[in-house]
């Protein structure tokens, strides 16, 4: 009899595992993939940690995560600083005075400001608009619209106003993406922060929850998978994006003078370049590059990103109503919760949840 299956060994089911562990409980975590630790995992290339689920960059402002995260890792100072790619125009991300000066010339604050105000839209109802709102209808169609519409599959004008209001917009010559205190990459790769978050937990790979379920005894499940899915889809699929993750070695020292460069353009099949040597300042005769394509998600791929317009939302809220009822079932992370998450976020809300 374990005290918790866990299910998911990403960060949520690893953090959660570690502070039960702690404390005396019998965990057993498992995963469907064949190796732990989520979305975080790497593989060394080359000499190169390769992030295989996407460029994942630590950032936080609260010191407590901070200090908690750094207890399995030690963290250079890598800065976040993308590159916009247009048709081969370069611009600067997030939208900042330097990419103001590329689009309108030399021009000050106080100009930015004044032509921003005049693009200004009242309770704006889409992405579209909350965009142009944001930063006017050149830098839209430029920066935003090629974007939105591969990494979602449908026109901005259809998806919600929430999505974009994650990205910043500053008046100062600053291409850190993140305004968090703290940021950086744990050098030596991630790895090791989920191989010692379940140091001396029983673990389990290959392991699909819904073929195992009734022959593991315990007395409670940390579930982290889809939410439809433990509920066999009763209300219907909730939507998600799922990604294709091409990687390519090239043997040359640098393919791109960054670390994630965005294809904006609508006619490019894939949304970014990720060049993986520069989030630890990998010194190598190669590089390795992973090209990211959005797709639509069907069962049997991996769901990334959900699609939290109002009909997905209704939707979810007639499981999260159902997981209520489940007492002995822990529900946590971006897929449990149908929510997008940063890192840090999850960390919290594990540690939240295993009462830390």
């Known amino acids: 009899m374990y005290d918790y ?64 995260i750094n207890q399995f890792a030690s963290f250079n100072n890598f800065i976040n600083s993308p590159i916009a790619n247009y048709k081969g125009e370069l611009y600067n991300l997030p939208f900042n005075m330097n990419t103001f000066e590329q689009f309108w010339g030399k021009i000050s604050v106080e100009e930015v400001k004044a032509k ?54 500053r008046f100062e010559y600053n291409n850190n993406y993140y305004n968090d205190r703290y940021q950086g990459i744990p050098i030596g790769g991630y790895n090791q922060i989920y191989e010692k978050l379940l140091e001396g937990i029983e673990t389990k790979v290959n392991c699909d929850f819904f073929e195992i379920k009734d022959q593991i005894k315990a007395k409670k499940v940390v579930y982290t998978g889809p939410i439809d899915r433990f509920f066999n889809y009763r209300f219907g699929e909730l939507e998600y ?19 994630v460069t965005n294809y904006t353009d609508p006619e490019s099949p894939f949304t970014r370049i990720i060049e993986h040597k520069h989030f630890e300042f990998t010194q190598a005769p190669q590089t390795v590059i992973t090209r990211e394509f959005p797709k639509t998600w069907q069962k049997g791929l991996e769901p990334y990103y959900p699609v ?11 499981y ?13 992370g971006r897929l449990a919760e149908y929510r997008y998450y940063d890192m840090h976020q999850v960390i919290a809300a594990a540690l939240a949840a295993a009462g830390y």
Do not use: M
């Not at 595992?17 to 702690?22: L, N, R």
């Not at 994006?241 to 670390?259: D, G, P």
């Not at 939290?308 to 007639?318: A, L, T, V």
């Not at 999260?320 to 946590?332: A, P, T």
């Open 241 to 259: 994006r799922s990604l294709n993750f091409e990687e390519e070695i090239l043997a040359t020292e640098k393919f791109q003078n960054c670390a």
């Open 320 to 332: 999260h109503d159902l997981s209520q009822k489940e007492s002995h079932v822990i529900f946590g």
């Open 308 to 318: 939290n317009d109002s009909k997905n939302q209704e939707r979810f809220k007639k």
């Open 116 to 169: 921003l105000e005049s693009f200004k839209i009242e309770n704006p109802q889409n992405l579209e608009e909350q965009a142009i709102s944001f930063v006017g209808p050149e830098i839209y169609q430029k920066l935003i619209y090629g974007y939105t519409l591969k990494q979602w599959g449908r026109e901005p004008r259809d998806l919600p106003a929430s999505i974009i209001r994650r990205i910043p917009v």
């Open 5 to 68: 299956l866990i299910v998911g060994s990403g960060l949520f089911g690893s953090v959660f595992a570690h502070e039960a562990h702690k404390r005396g409980k019998r965990c057993l975590v498992i995963d469907k993939r064949p190796h732990l630790g989520g979305n975080i995992h790497c593989e060394k290339i080359e000499g190169i940690n390769v992030h295989k689920y996407g460029a994942h960059i630590f950032h936080t402002n609260s010191e407590k995560i901070w200090n908690y």
